[in-house]
């Protein structure tokens, strides 16, 4: 089981991105992906949760004012699409997944339940 991210980089305040998970391995036809994030100096926090096959998607927070997570299942990719990013988005961002894990139920954003896990992608915003 596997997944990896991509598309972190450097954004100016206000700016977008969209970071990438794709995934392999998993056999379930319903399994749940998701992202996270760690800052600087911070625990790591949960951002959304998308599970597949056109299920639940969940966000933690606030953000859900500004990120958008999304699912093609004919990639086996999760997008994270981020818009008006401020300095305080800065962070490593990680794609993490597991089969059981429900993304409808609380407790989605718990790190510890989730077995694989991304190497972490980059984010900076910076003027």
């Known amino acids: 089981l596997q997944v990896a991210e991509s598309g972190g980089g450097l954004v100016q305040p206000g700016g977008s991105l969209t970071l990438s998970c794709v995934d392999s391995?998993?056999?379930?036809?319903?399994?749940?992906v998701a992202w996270f994030r760690q800052a600087p100096g911070k625990e790591r926090e949960g951002v959304a949760c998308?599970?597949?096959?056109?299920?639940?998607?969940n966000y933690a927070g606030s953000f859900k004012d500004r990120f958008t997570i999304s699912r093609d299942d004919a990639k086996n990719t999760v997008y994270l699409q981020m818009t008006s990013l401020k300095p305080e988005d800065t962070a490593v961002y990680y794609c993490?997944?597991?089969?059981?894990?429900?993304?409808?139920?609380?407790?989605?954003?718990?790190?510890?339940?989730?077995?694989?896990w991304g190497q972490g992608t980059q984010v900076t915003v910076s003027s």
């Open positions: 998308a599970t597949t096959r056109g299920g639940e998607t």
């Open positions: 391995g998993f056999t379930r036809y319903y399994y749940n």
């Open positions: 993490a997944a597991d089969e059981l894990v429900v993304c409808a139920n609380p407790g989605w954003d718990t790190d510890y339940y989730y077995h694989t």
